[in-house]
C-alpha cells in the first residue's frame, strides 16, 4: 500500500481521464475526423509518463508491491501502435482501441486501487473482495449478452503466446483445424510480451481480435474484458487440440448451468489429470484421441481442484457483473503464483462445480512457456529455484485465504485409489471425517459414477478445521462442523456409510484407537473404512490389534 493515498487517489482521477480520453479518440477514428488525433495521443501518453515515473520513484525510495509502471509501458506501446495506424488510416484501429488500449487502461486502474490502497491490509482485502472488485473488472459485452439473451459468438477462442513460436504455430494449426464447423466462434490471439515474431505469426492469422502486451505480467485481466463468447476456450501454445475434444467439452459444460470450468485430458500435467495414452509419435496421438474422445457423460468427473493447460469456461460465471469477479482476485503481484488453486477455491467457495472431461484428450508437451521463468525464480530471501517459488508462493496463499493451496486434500491420493475399486451399485453413502478441500470423499463418488455408471451416491463431510468449510461446501452434498471430538463417532446418527475416509488429525484426538473402533459401528456389511496416519507408532499399533487390514503408503484400509 502507497502511503500517500491523496496521491493515489490523484493517479487513479487521471487514470480515468485517461480513459475516457481513449473512448473519444475511438469516437473520432469511428467518425474518420483525425485533426485532433495527435494531440490526443500526445496529451495521453505525457498523462502515463507522469503515472509512470511517480511510481518508479515510490518504489525507489520504499518495498511497495507494485507493477502498475509495467501496465503504463504495456499502456504506451499499445497508444503508440495506434498513433501508426491513425497516420495510414488503417481499418483495424477501432480494434485495438477498444480491445486493446482501453482494457489494459482499466487493467492499471484496478492494479493501481489495490496494490496501492488495498494490499496487505487484511480488512481491506476481505471487503475488496466481497464488494468491489466485481465493478472493477466485470466484462460489459457479457453483461449486455446476458441482458438480452443473445450472444454474438458461442465461442470465444484464446490462444496465448510467449515465445516458443514452433509450438505457437503447431497450436493454432490444429486448433483451427479442430474447431468444429457449427460452432460460431471469435479468436483472439494474445501475445504476452515475446520477443520473437509471435506478433508477426498472430498478425499473418488475421485473428478476430489481438492484443500485443508490451510486458509479460503486466497486464494480467486484459484479456477477461473482451471476450464475447457465451464460453470461452483459452489454450496454452503449448497444447494440441483434437478432433472432438472442443465439442465434447461443450457437451458437459452445457450440461448442469453450475458447471463454470471444463478441463480435458492432457499427458504431462499433475493434479491426476493425465489418463493412461500410449503413443511414439502425433499420428499415433490424433489416433489414439480419436478412439478417445467418443461422448461419455459417465467420464465427465468432478474435481475439486484442476490445472488448465486448456480450458473452458462459463463466460457469464466467470467475467460477467453477476459472476465471480475472476480478474480481480488478487493475492500476489506474481501472477505465475498458484492461478489455478486460487481460481479453483474461489469456484468450490461460491457453490460452482469443476469438471475433468476424461472424454476429451489434448496433448500438452509441459510447461513449455512458464518452466524457464519459474526455475530462473529469485524469492525475498534471495534463493533462486522452483522449490522457493512454490514455497513462496504457498505462504502467500496462505496469509490471504486461510489454507494451504496443497494443504489436506487438495488432490485426490493415488495411494488410496490403488485399492479401492469403487464399483458398488445401489444407494452408496459417503463420510469425509477432516478431508479437508474434500478430494477423496469425492473421487470415489466419480469413480463409482464412471465404473459402473451409478448416480446414487451421496456425500458427506465432516470437519474440526472451520478453514476448510466453504471448500467443503461446494464438493459435498451435507456438510457439518464440529468443535468436539469426543462426538466424532456419533455424526449423522440415522445413516451408516459404505466408505469413511478420515484423512487427518486422528493422532491428535485422545483415544484414536477407541474412535476408530466406533467407526466400525458406522458402516454397512463389506463396507471400507480407510484412515490416514502419519505416526509410525500409532500404525503399528493398530496393526498389531489382529484387523483385517491393506496398508498402502499413509493409509491403513479396512475392509
Not at 84 to 98: M, V
Not at 445 to 468: A, F, G, H, R, S
Not at 520 to 545: F, P, T, V, W, Y
Amino acid at each position: 500500500m502507497i502511503k500517500n493515498q491523496t496521491l493515489v487517489k490523484q493517479m487513479l482521477e487521471m487514470i480515468e481521464s485517461i480513459i475516457e480520453a481513449s473512448e473519444y479518440l475511438y469516437k473520432i477514428a469511428e467518425d474518420k475526423d483525425y485533426s485532433n488525433f495527435m494531440y490526443i495521443v500526445n496529451d495521453i501518453n505525457d498523462a502515463i509518463d507522469s503515472i509512470y515515473n511517480t511510481i518508479i520513484n515510490i518504489k525507489k525510495h520504499g518495498n511497495i508491491v507494485i507493477d502498475v509502471n509495467l501496465a503504463c509501458e504495456n499502456a504506451s506501446y499499445s497508444l503508440n501502435k495506434i498513433a501508426n495506424l491513425a497516420k495510414s488510416r488503417a481499418k483495424n484501429i477501432l480494434d485495438k482501441i477498444e480491445f486493446e488500449l482501453i482494457p489494459i487502461l482499466q487493467d492499471m486502474y484496478l492494479q493501481l486501487y489495490f496494490w496501492g490502497s488495498i494490499y496487505p491490509d487484511k480488512e481491506k482485502i476481505h471487503n475488496y473482495y466481497q464488494n468491489e472488485l466485481i465493478n472493477l473488472c466485470s466484462n460489459k459485452y457479457i453483461d449486455q449478452s446476458e441482458a438480452t439473451g443473445e450472444y454474438k459468438y458461442e465461442l470465444s477462442i484464446i490462444v496465448v503466446g510467449y515465445n516458443k513460436l514452433e509450438y505457437t504455430k503447431l497450436c493454432i494449426e490444429n486448433l483451427l483445424k479442430y474447431v468444429p464447423n457449427s460452432i460460431n466462434y471469435e479468436l483472439i490471439l494474445l501475445n504476452h510480451g515475446s520477443t520473437d515474431d509471435t506478433k508477426k505469426y498472430f498478425e499473418s492469422m488475421n485473428p478476430t481480435k489481438q492484443v500485443d502486451i508490451f510486458k509479460n505480467g503486466g497486464s494480467p485481466t486484459v484479456v477477461g474484458r473482451i471476450v464475447e463468447g457465451k464460453y470461452c476456450l483459452t489454450v496454452s501454445n503449448d497444447v494440441i487440440v483434437t478432433e472432438n475434444a472442443i465439442l465434447n467439452m461443450i457437451r458437459c459444460m452445457e450440461s448442469d448451468h453450475d458447471i463454470a470450468w471444463v478441463v480435458p485430458t492432457t499427458p504431462n500435467v499433475s493434479n491426476g489429470q493425465s489418463i493412461p495414452a500410449s503413443y511414439k509419435d502425433m499420428d499415433e496421438m490424433y489416433e489414439f484421441s480419436k478412439v478417445n474422445n467418443i461422448s461419455n457423460k459417465y467420464r465427465w468427473e468432478q474435481r475439486s481442484r484442476l490445472c488448465n493447460p486448456i480450458d473452458l469456461q462459463s463466460s457469464k460465471i466467470w467475467f460477467s457483473s453477476k459472476g465471480i469477479g475472476w480478474g480481480g482476485y488478487f493475492h500476489t503481484n506474481n501472477m505465475m503464483s498458484f492461478p489455478d488453486d486460487k481460481v479453483s477455491m474461489i469456484l468450490r467457495r461460491k457453490g460452482y462445480k469443476m469438471m475433468l472431461v476424461k472424454d476429451a484428450y489434448c496433448h500438452h508437451f509441459g510447461s513449455v512457456t512458464l518452466k524457464d521463468e519459474i526455475n530462473s525464480y529469485e524469492d525475498k530471501n534471495g534463493i533462486i529455484g522452483s522449490t522457493a517459488f512454490y514455497d513462496e508462493g504457498k505462504i502467500e496463499f496462505l496469509n490471504i485465504f486461510g489454507i494451504d493451496p496443497w494443504g489436506t486434500g487438495f488432490a485426490f491420493d493415488f495411494d488410496l485409489f490403488e485399492h479401492l475399486e469403487c464399483n458398488d451399485i445401489g444407494n452408496i453413502d459417503i463420510l469425509g471425517i477432516n478431508c479437508g478441500m474434500g478430494s477423496n470423499p469425492l473421487k470415489i463418488k466419480e469413480n463409482i459414477k464412471e465404473n459402473v455408471q451409478n448416480l446414487n451416491c451421496k456425500i458427506y463431510n465432516v470437519t474440526d478445521e472451520k478453514c476448510y468449510l466453504e471448500d467443503l461446501e461446494g464438493v459435498s452434498d451435507i456438510v457439518e462442523y464440529i468443535d468436539d471430538s469426543s462426538i466424532i463417532e456419533n455424526i449423522y446418527p440415522n445413516t451408516k456409510f459404505k466408505y469413511i475416509v478420515f484423512e487427518s488429525k486422528l493422532e491428535t484426538y485422545e483415544n484414536p484407537i477407541d474412535i476408530m473402533l466406533k467407526l466400525k459401528n458406522r458402516i454397512i456389511e463389506n463396507g471400507i473404512i480407510a484412515i490416514k496416519i502419519d505416526k509410525i507408532d500409532l500404525k503399528e499399533k493398530i496393526k498389531s490389534m489382529g484387523l483385517k487390514i491393506i496398508e498402502s503408503g499413509n493409509w491403513i484400509i479396512l475392509k
